[in-house]
Protein backbone atom coordinates (compact mmCIF):
# COMPACT_ATOMS: atom_id res chain seq x y z
CA UNK A 1 0.00 0.00 0.00
CA UNK A 2 1.37 3.83 -0.79
CA UNK A 3 2.63 5.58 2.21
CA UNK A 4 1.06 8.26 3.95
CA UNK A 5 -0.87 11.18 1.69
CA UNK A 6 -0.17 14.92 2.02
CA UNK A 7 -1.56 16.14 4.97
CA UNK A 8 -5.01 18.29 5.22
CA UNK A 9 -4.12 21.80 4.28
CA UNK A 10 -0.90 21.01 2.33
CA UNK A 11 -1.73 23.35 -0.75
CA UNK A 12 -2.18 20.25 -2.55
CA UNK A 13 -5.67 19.60 -4.47
CA UNK A 14 -8.55 18.23 -2.94
CA UNK A 15 -7.81 14.67 -2.94
CA UNK A 16 -11.75 14.23 -4.77
CA UNK A 17 -13.86 16.77 -5.37
CA UNK A 18 -17.55 16.79 -6.19
CA UNK A 19 -18.96 19.84 -7.94
CA UNK A 20 -22.58 20.05 -8.22
CA UNK A 21 -22.81 16.58 -9.42
CA UNK A 22 -26.15 15.00 -10.07
CA UNK A 23 -27.62 11.20 -11.16
CA UNK A 24 -30.22 8.99 -11.67
CA UNK A 25 -31.36 5.91 -12.42
CA UNK A 26 -32.79 5.68 -16.02
CA UNK A 27 -35.12 9.37 -16.25
CA UNK A 28 -35.26 9.52 -12.46
CA UNK A 29 -33.14 11.89 -10.86
CA UNK A 30 -31.47 11.24 -7.29
CA UNK A 31 -29.13 13.42 -6.65
CA UNK A 32 -29.29 17.60 -7.15
CA UNK A 33 -26.28 19.34 -7.34
CA UNK A 34 -24.21 17.63 -4.71
CA UNK A 35 -20.79 19.54 -4.05
CA UNK A 36 -18.16 17.92 -1.42
CA UNK A 37 -14.47 17.68 -1.19
CA UNK A 38 -11.81 15.69 0.17
CA UNK A 39 -8.92 16.60 0.94
CA UNK A 40 -5.40 14.56 1.09
CA UNK A 41 -5.37 12.30 4.23
CA UNK A 42 -8.89 12.79 5.40
CA UNK A 43 -11.69 10.71 6.31
CA UNK A 44 -15.09 12.85 5.37
CA UNK A 45 -18.61 10.99 6.42
CA UNK A 46 -21.59 11.60 4.46
CA UNK A 47 -24.20 10.97 6.50
CA UNK A 48 -28.17 10.41 5.41
CA UNK A 49 -31.14 8.10 6.35
CA UNK A 50 -32.27 5.60 3.57
CA UNK A 51 -33.32 6.80 0.53
CA UNK A 52 -31.26 10.21 1.17
CA UNK A 53 -28.90 9.10 -2.32
CA UNK A 54 -25.60 8.19 -0.66
CA UNK A 55 -24.60 5.37 -2.15
CA UNK A 56 -25.87 6.74 -5.60
CA UNK A 57 -22.93 9.42 -4.71
CA UNK A 58 -20.53 6.62 -4.20
CA UNK A 59 -21.92 4.68 -7.63
CA UNK A 60 -21.59 8.16 -9.34
CA UNK A 61 -18.25 8.70 -8.48
CA UNK A 62 -17.15 5.61 -9.20
CA UNK A 63 -18.55 5.36 -12.65
CA UNK A 64 -21.35 2.63 -12.46
CA UNK A 65 -23.94 5.22 -13.36
CA UNK A 66 -22.97 6.90 -16.77
CA UNK A 67 -21.50 10.32 -16.98
CA UNK A 68 -23.29 12.50 -14.16
CA UNK A 69 -23.78 16.10 -14.38
CA UNK A 70 -21.63 18.47 -12.64
CA UNK A 71 -17.76 16.98 -12.06
CA UNK A 72 -16.00 14.56 -10.53
CA UNK A 73 -12.26 15.73 -9.68
CA UNK A 74 -9.60 12.94 -8.41
CA UNK A 75 -6.38 15.12 -7.20
CA UNK A 76 -7.26 17.73 -9.14
CA UNK A 77 -8.02 16.20 -12.71
CA UNK A 78 -11.75 15.88 -14.19
CA UNK A 79 -12.59 12.15 -14.19
CA UNK A 80 -16.15 12.59 -14.43
CA UNK A 81 -17.49 9.71 -16.27
CA UNK A 82 -14.60 7.84 -16.08
CA UNK A 83 -14.81 3.78 -16.62
CA UNK A 84 -14.65 2.12 -13.17
CA UNK A 85 -11.50 0.56 -14.50
CA UNK A 86 -9.90 3.58 -15.28
CA UNK A 87 -10.66 4.80 -12.04
CA UNK A 88 -9.04 2.15 -9.84
CA UNK A 89 -5.92 2.11 -12.22
CA UNK A 90 -6.14 6.28 -10.70
CA UNK A 91 -6.06 5.34 -7.69
CA UNK A 92 -9.74 5.02 -6.32
CA UNK A 93 -11.50 1.80 -4.86
CA UNK A 94 -15.01 1.40 -3.91
CA UNK A 95 -16.03 -0.83 -0.80
CA UNK A 96 -19.20 -1.68 -1.79
CA UNK A 97 -22.40 -1.92 0.04
CA UNK A 98 -23.61 -5.54 0.56
CA UNK A 99 -19.69 -6.35 0.52
CA UNK A 100 -20.22 -8.14 -3.09
CA UNK A 101 -17.82 -10.95 -1.82
CA UNK A 102 -17.15 -14.20 -4.38
CA UNK A 103 -18.59 -16.90 -1.64
CA UNK A 104 -17.22 -19.57 -3.27
CA UNK A 105 -13.96 -18.48 -3.42
CA UNK A 106 -11.11 -18.47 -0.46
CA UNK A 107 -10.31 -15.25 0.96
CA UNK A 108 -7.41 -14.99 -0.52
CA UNK A 109 -8.46 -15.48 -4.35
CA UNK A 110 -10.85 -13.16 -3.21
CA UNK A 111 -8.09 -10.75 -2.28
CA UNK A 112 -6.47 -11.52 -5.88
CA UNK A 113 -9.92 -10.32 -7.39
CA UNK A 114 -9.20 -6.95 -5.92
CA UNK A 115 -6.12 -6.66 -7.23
CA UNK A 116 -6.84 -7.33 -10.87
CA UNK A 117 -5.78 -3.98 -12.75
CA UNK A 118 -1.93 -4.34 -11.29
CA UNK A 119 0.55 -6.13 -13.19
CA UNK A 120 3.41 -5.83 -11.24
CA UNK A 121 3.20 -9.38 -8.99
CA UNK A 122 5.83 -8.64 -6.84
CA UNK A 123 4.06 -5.60 -5.91
CA UNK A 124 0.50 -7.43 -5.23
CA UNK A 125 2.35 -9.88 -3.17
CA UNK A 126 3.98 -7.49 -0.94
CA UNK A 127 0.32 -5.31 -0.70
CA UNK A 128 -1.01 -9.10 0.58
CA UNK A 129 1.66 -9.42 2.98
CA UNK A 130 0.54 -5.49 4.38
CA UNK A 131 -3.24 -6.73 4.41
CA UNK A 132 -2.69 -9.46 5.98
CA UNK A 133 -0.50 -7.75 9.16
CA UNK A 134 -3.57 -5.06 9.36
CA UNK A 135 -6.63 -8.27 9.02
CA UNK A 136 -4.77 -11.32 10.79
CA UNK A 137 -8.14 -12.77 11.52
CA UNK A 138 -7.78 -13.03 7.05
CA UNK A 139 -4.97 -14.59 6.95
CA UNK A 140 -5.95 -17.17 9.75
CA UNK A 141 -8.47 -18.02 6.82
CA UNK A 142 -6.90 -17.01 4.00
CA UNK A 143 -8.07 -21.04 2.53
CA UNK A 144 -11.49 -20.24 3.88
CA UNK A 145 -14.06 -19.50 1.35
CA UNK A 146 -15.50 -16.36 2.00
CA UNK A 147 -19.11 -17.22 2.46
CA UNK A 148 -18.02 -19.13 5.98
CA UNK A 149 -16.79 -16.16 7.45
CA UNK A 150 -18.84 -13.89 10.29
CA UNK A 151 -20.12 -10.89 9.30
CA UNK A 152 -17.54 -8.81 10.61
CA UNK A 153 -14.87 -10.79 8.70
CA UNK A 154 -16.69 -10.34 5.60
CA UNK A 155 -16.67 -6.83 5.92
CA UNK A 156 -12.86 -6.90 6.42
CA UNK A 157 -12.21 -8.62 3.70
CA UNK A 158 -14.23 -6.66 1.27
CA UNK A 159 -12.14 -3.48 2.96
CA UNK A 160 -9.07 -5.72 2.39
CA UNK A 161 -9.93 -6.63 -1.29
CA UNK A 162 -10.33 -2.85 -2.04
CA UNK A 163 -6.98 -1.73 -0.48
CA UNK A 164 -5.40 -4.87 -2.97
CA UNK A 165 -5.82 -2.25 -5.94
CA UNK A 166 -3.19 0.11 -3.69
CA UNK A 167 -5.77 3.21 -3.53
CA UNK A 168 -4.92 6.81 -2.52
CA UNK A 169 -8.52 7.22 -1.95
CA UNK A 170 -11.39 4.78 -0.59
CA UNK A 171 -14.73 5.23 -0.91
CA UNK A 172 -16.53 2.28 2.18
CA UNK A 173 -20.19 2.34 1.53
CA UNK A 174 -22.15 1.78 4.78
CA UNK A 175 -19.94 -0.85 6.56
CA UNK A 176 -21.54 -0.78 9.63
CA UNK A 177 -24.34 -2.77 7.34
CA UNK A 178 -25.94 -5.96 9.39
CA UNK A 179 -23.10 -5.64 11.94
CA UNK A 180 -23.70 -5.91 15.89
CA UNK A 181 -22.16 -2.55 17.35
CA UNK A 182 -19.38 -4.10 19.16
CA UNK A 183 -18.48 -5.42 15.32
CA UNK A 184 -19.23 -2.40 14.27
CA UNK A 185 -16.95 -0.17 16.32
CA UNK A 186 -14.16 -2.72 15.72
CA UNK A 187 -14.31 -2.12 11.24
CA UNK A 188 -14.30 1.61 11.95
CA UNK A 189 -11.28 0.99 14.07
CA UNK A 190 -9.87 -0.46 11.28
CA UNK A 191 -10.47 2.45 8.78
CA UNK A 192 -8.92 4.71 11.82
CA UNK A 193 -5.92 2.76 11.95
CA UNK A 194 -5.72 2.57 7.73
CA UNK A 195 -5.69 6.20 7.55
CA UNK A 196 -3.32 6.72 10.57
CA UNK A 197 -1.08 3.97 8.89
CA UNK A 198 -0.83 4.53 5.42
CA UNK A 199 -2.23 8.12 4.34
CA UNK A 200 -5.08 6.41 2.92
CA UNK A 201 -7.93 9.42 1.56
CA UNK A 202 -11.68 8.02 2.51
CA UNK A 203 -15.40 9.13 1.87
CA UNK A 204 -17.44 7.13 3.93
CA UNK A 205 -21.15 6.91 3.34
CA UNK A 206 -22.80 5.93 6.37
CA UNK A 207 -25.99 6.79 8.41
CA UNK A 208 -24.49 5.22 11.70
CA UNK A 209 -23.96 8.41 13.82
CA UNK A 210 -20.45 6.28 15.12
CA UNK A 211 -18.71 7.39 11.95
CA UNK A 212 -18.64 10.93 13.02
CA UNK A 213 -16.24 9.49 15.44
CA UNK A 214 -13.90 9.10 12.54
CA UNK A 215 -14.67 11.72 10.69
CA UNK A 216 -12.82 15.38 10.34
CA UNK A 217 -15.13 16.90 7.88
CA UNK A 218 -18.93 15.49 7.44
CA UNK A 219 -22.29 16.32 5.18
CA UNK A 220 -25.65 15.64 5.59
CA UNK A 221 -27.85 14.16 2.40
CA UNK A 222 -31.63 14.81 2.63
CA UNK A 223 -33.53 13.42 -0.93
CA UNK A 224 -30.29 14.17 -2.59
CA UNK A 225 -28.97 17.68 -1.89
CA UNK A 226 -26.28 18.30 0.98
CA UNK A 227 -28.22 20.24 3.77
CA UNK A 228 -25.66 20.14 6.58
CA UNK A 229 -21.75 20.63 6.55
CA UNK A 230 -19.42 20.36 9.64
CA UNK A 231 -15.64 20.41 9.96
CA UNK A 232 -13.73 20.01 13.12
CA UNK A 233 -14.96 20.55 16.64
CA UNK A 234 -18.25 20.69 14.41
CA UNK A 235 -18.45 17.60 13.69
CA UNK A 236 -19.31 16.57 17.16
CA UNK A 237 -21.75 19.13 17.04
CA UNK A 238 -23.56 17.56 14.01
CA UNK A 239 -23.14 14.06 15.81
CA UNK A 240 -25.27 15.36 18.80
CA UNK A 241 -28.06 17.22 16.24
CA UNK A 242 -28.62 13.24 14.31
CA UNK A 243 -28.49 11.55 16.91
CA UNK A 244 -31.23 13.22 18.57
CA UNK A 245 -33.28 13.50 15.39
CA UNK A 246 -33.44 10.81 12.97
CA UNK A 247 -29.85 8.44 12.68
CA UNK A 248 -28.39 5.29 14.03
CA UNK A 249 -26.15 5.48 16.95
CA UNK A 250 -23.63 2.85 17.96
CA UNK A 251 -25.92 1.22 19.86
CA UNK A 252 -28.67 0.44 17.64
CA UNK A 253 -28.13 -3.13 15.75
CA UNK A 254 -27.98 -1.90 12.15
CA UNK A 255 -29.57 -5.40 10.87
CA UNK A 256 -31.67 -5.11 8.27
CA UNK A 257 -31.04 -2.04 6.90
CA UNK A 258 -31.03 -0.94 3.67
CA UNK A 259 -28.93 1.74 1.69
CA UNK A 260 -29.70 4.96 0.62
Request: charged residues 20%; proline residues 6%.
Amino acid sequence: MSGPSPTPGSGDPPALELERLGAGYGPVPVLHDVTLRVAPGEIVALMGVNGAGKSTTLRAVMGLLGRPRGRVRLWGRDVTGWAPEALVASGLALVPEGRGLLGELTVEENLVVGAYARRDRDAVAATMAEVFEVFPVLAERRDQPAAQLSGGQQQMLAIARALMSDPRVLLVDEVSLGLSPVVTESVFGLLARIRAERGTTMLVVEQNVAALDLADRAYVLEQGRVVDEAAGTGVRAMQRRLRNTYLGTTGRDTAGRSGG
